[in-house]
């Protein structure tokens, strides 16, 4: 501060109070009095050096020469000197930024290495049953099950010869089951195109769709068609607005409906459902099954093992909600059952 700095300062401080408060707005309208009163006008100083703002003076750095008197430029025992200002150091890599690291002084600097490892990406959800799955060769894997099969829904346009092709006395695959089957134009056989799903004899003509059973396992199949101006469907089918197709009620799965229909023996419940289907949606599809068990007492007299009966094959059941989702109601079909799965059957 020059001398003449420091009178204009004086005589500021006498006039106006304190530097370093702010004038208050009403003190404005009566500055030029306080001038007057103060004498001439002050002359304007110089800019002022821009190194009496540091509070600090970090190392390298000349301030110049400190004024008497003035404060000496240094922090305070355990703060490290940033850019003129003083800090508490840091003490690690949670301290700084994602692009520096805690240097030796306890300041924060720029990471001269590699960036850290951010972790493990995100998760992007289940994998695919298909990831890990490898097939011999002509078989393909299904992608709903995982298991290896003759054909899938991504096999449907590969060359003759490659894995998954279909052709001769069964052209077409069954998507829903990983199978080639043989033409047979009727509601909910399995097709590639509107061909397959026109009898010759004009006893069916349907349309190929797709379909997602419950969800997670792909149809592709024929259905009968409907409009929203004649919505009759065959016994058991309901008309899918959207597609303008007769289809089974209440979102069930084409495959278990055929399979109903044509009285499928079966053992299991998968034989009556898509391959791949969740088991809770359709648990009690095959009915009426008697799969013995040896009892566990070990083998009966003479190390002979204990005869468990004979094995009963059952049939495929068609799931329902009511009555009028069954496809025999003239027979005397009736949705029975309890619990969350309802069959179609005779009571």
């Keep these: 501060m020059t001398a003449s700095d420091g009178a204009w300062y004086r005589a500021s401080v006498l006039c106006f109070g304190s530097s370093r408060g702010a004038f208050a707005p009403a003190l404005l309208a009566t500055a030029a009095l306080l ?13 002022p050096n821009p190194d009496e703002a540091l509070e600090c003076l970090p190392p390298g750095m000349d301030a110049g020469p400190v004024p008497d008197g003035g404060p000496v430029l240094a922090c305070a025992s355990g703060e490290v000197c940033v850019q003129g200002r003083c800090y508490a150091p840091c003490e690690g890599e949670a301290d700084c930024g994602p692009r520096e690291t805690c240097g030796d002084e306890g300041v924060c600097v720029r990471r001269a290495g590699p960036e850290p490892d951010a972790g493990s990406p995100p998760d992007a959800g289940p994998a ?18 995982g298991e290896c099969v003759e054909c899938s829904e991504e096999t449907l346009t590969v ?43 004009e006893s ?18 024929c259905a009968v068609p409907c409009a929203d101006a004649d919505p009759s469907c065959p016994p058991g089918l309901t008309c899918d607005s959207d597609r303008e197709v ?24 998968e034989q009556c459902n898509p391959l791949g289907a969740s088991a809770a949606f359709f648990t009690g599809a095959c009915q009426g099954e008697t799969v013995p068990m040896i009892p566990d007492a070990g083998p009966g007299e003479g190390g002979v093992p204990i005869d468990a009966g004979p094995t009963i094959e059952g049939t495929c059941a068609q799931p329902c909600g009511v009555d009028d989702d069954c496809f025999d109601v003239a027979g005397g ?10 069959f179609c059957g005779l009571p």
């Design 35 to 47: 001038l007057a009163a103060c004498g001439d006008d002050p002359e304007v100083p110089s800019d």
């Design 128 to 145: 695919m049953p298909c990831d890990d799955v490898t097939c011999e060769a002509p078989l393909v894997c299904h992608p709903p099950s």
């Design 159 to 201: 060359a003759p010869g490659e894995p998954g092709y279909c052709s001769g006395l069964r052209p077409i695959c069954d998507i829903a089951n990983g199978t080639c089957v043989a033409a047979n134009p009727a509601q909910c056989a399995p097709c590639i195109t509107d061909d397959e799903c026109i009898a010759g004899d």
């Design 204 to 221: 069916f003509e349907g349309r190929c769709v797709d379909l997602t059973a419950l969800g997670d396992v792909p149809e592709r199949v």
């Design 246 to 269: 007769c289809l089974p009620p209440a979102g069930s799965s084409c495959t278990t409906w055929r399979a109903a229909t044509e009285r499928r023996a079966c053992l299991r419940d």
């Design 333 to 342: 079909q009736m949705c029975l059952g309890s619990g969350a799965m309802l």
